[in-house]
């Protein structure tokens, strides 16, 4: 039958290095139809037994085991036998292959093999194995089952490889065409899954740096997840958080909460509303480190600015602890406070103004100096300060 070479003398080898690595079965012309008519291409390959020779070449080599560049998708099997081989150049520069030793397949995957050498040979990288192998393993027919089987397998790119070879032999089949399709539909979802779940990943990692105050670390981390993820609300969330706090400690001084002491000793105080000095529990909380420079505002339009930047306005007990804190600058203007003008615990003078009334006033200079102004007013020399919960 033209075309076709069986292989009756195993120990004969090419006489030349690269004739005829595959030998064809039949001309292209010949397998072009489609693979879903299945029995006619399935009984030109697999009615025969026809063997073709497989240069494959040695890449690794560990005691007297081969790693070679062939595998399944070549039509290399477990058990499979060949002969190692290296190229001589004869006359005029042909080149031959001598055999060595005699090699079995021990193990195989869809790329490489491992081959053990059955006899005593000083192998060397660049080698060849030389296997003789059934043409059927390498039809359509084979390949595309394997490729299924990857598919089924979710090893997706190993799929494709096989279907991919399948159809440069099969251009236009239909079956093929579909298959690479629905592979690849796969790997889009395998990305989209893997991409989901290094957002979280990352997104986990942002809020341990985050509760450890490490937060440019943290924005360096969500910076990734929003180059692939632009509008994901909690990584939006939590590069808010960092970047507020990264701006808080910039301008803001942070003053941790416990058992204070509030006011002036009577035998200190210039001011009757100063006094007595007594003991009082207050939260940690932040406070800017400098008063603002807008002056003659109201208590209203005050607290309308610090309210915009996700702030408040400090209690006037709040101002006067932050004052005893490092970092603190002492305004030559007197601040507003949210407090009302009330008399302290244990102050027994009376006064008229007392009451939700007056705001408090701090200052100027001496923080603890106490006076007190309609919520209105909107005196000149006043300013004031934001403060916002830890």
Known sequence: MAGLSRVRQPG????GLLRARHRTLESPATISRPLSAGSNIISAFEKMTVTQYLLAVVLAISGGRLTIDKGLIDGVRLGDSGQLCYSLTVNQ??????????????EVDDHTAVVKMLGPANAQKGFFV??????ERTSPASLTAIGRKRLDEGRLDLALTYFRRVKAALPDDPLVESLIAEAQKRQREQAEEREQKQIQNSLAEAEKRIAAEQFDQALAVLQGVLKVAPENPEALTLKGT?????ERRRTMILVRGGTVHIGVDPREARLYNQQPRYRAELNSFWIDRRASNLLGYSYPEAEKYCQERGKRVPTEFELEIAARQNGFRVSEN???????????????MREDEYGEKYRVVRGPGDIRTRSFLLPTERAVDTSFRCACDQ
């Open 242 to 246: 960092a970047t507020q706090q990264i």
């Open 12 to 15: 004969r080898f090419l006489a």
């Open 93 to 106: 520069g042909e080149k031959k292959l001598i055999q060595m030793v005699e090699c079995e397949v021990l």
């Open 334 to 348: 007197a601040e507003w406070t949210a407090s009302w003008y009330l008399p302290y615990p244990g102050n027994q």
């Open 130 to 135: 030389q296997l003789a192998i059934p043409i």
